[in-house]
Nanobody, 115 residues
Framework: QVQLVESGGGLVQAGGSLRLSCTFS????????MGWYRQAPGKQRELVAS???????NYADSVKGRFTISRDNGKNTVYLQMNSLKPEDTAVYFC?????????RGQGTQVTVSS
C-alpha cells in the first residue's frame, strides 16, 4: 500500500505561481513513477506531468514550459511547480503513484486561478 497526501493548492491570480507537494508513505520501494493529474468540473481527468524513478519527465502540451515536476527522494515528496498560471488551469489536482500492478491517488487539492 502507498499513501499520498497533497498540499499547496489555493487561489492565485492569473500569471501567478503555486507549488504543489505530494508526500508519500508505505510501500514506497514499489513505486515506478509518480505524476500529477487534474480534473476540472465537467471535464475528463488529464495527466499534467509525470516522473519516473529514473528521473524521466513527461508533460501535457498545455503546461509545457510553465510547469515543472520534481522529486526529493530523501523526503519522499514530489513537487509540481506551476508558473504563469492561467484560469484554464483551475482544477482539482491529484497526485498519483504507480507500481507494476497498482495505481494510487491522493485526496486532491484545489487550484483556482482568477482572471
Amino acid at each position: 500500500q502507498v499513501q499520498l497526501v497533497e498540499s499547496g493548492g489555493g487561489l492565485v491570480q492569473a500569471g501567478g505561481s503555486l507549488r504543489l507537494s505530494c508526500t508519500f508513505s508505505g510501500s514506497t520501494f514499489s513505486i515506478n513513477a509518480m505524476g500529477w493529474y487534474r480534473q476540472a468540473p465537467g471535464k475528463q481527468r488529464e495527466l499534467v506531468a509525470s516522473i519516473t524513478v529514473g528521473g524521466s519527465t513527461n508533460y501535457a502540451d498545455s503546461v509545457k514550459g510553465r510547469f515543472t515536476i520534481s522529486r526529493d527522494n530523501g523526503k519522499n515528496t514530489v513537487y509540481l511547480q506551476m508558473n504563469s498560471l492561467k484560469p484554464e488551469d483551475t482544477a482539482v489536482y491529484f497526485c498519483n503513484a504507480r507500481t507494476s500492478i497498482l495505481s494510487y491517488r491522493g485526496q486532491g487539492t484545489q487550484v483556482t486561478v482568477s482572471s
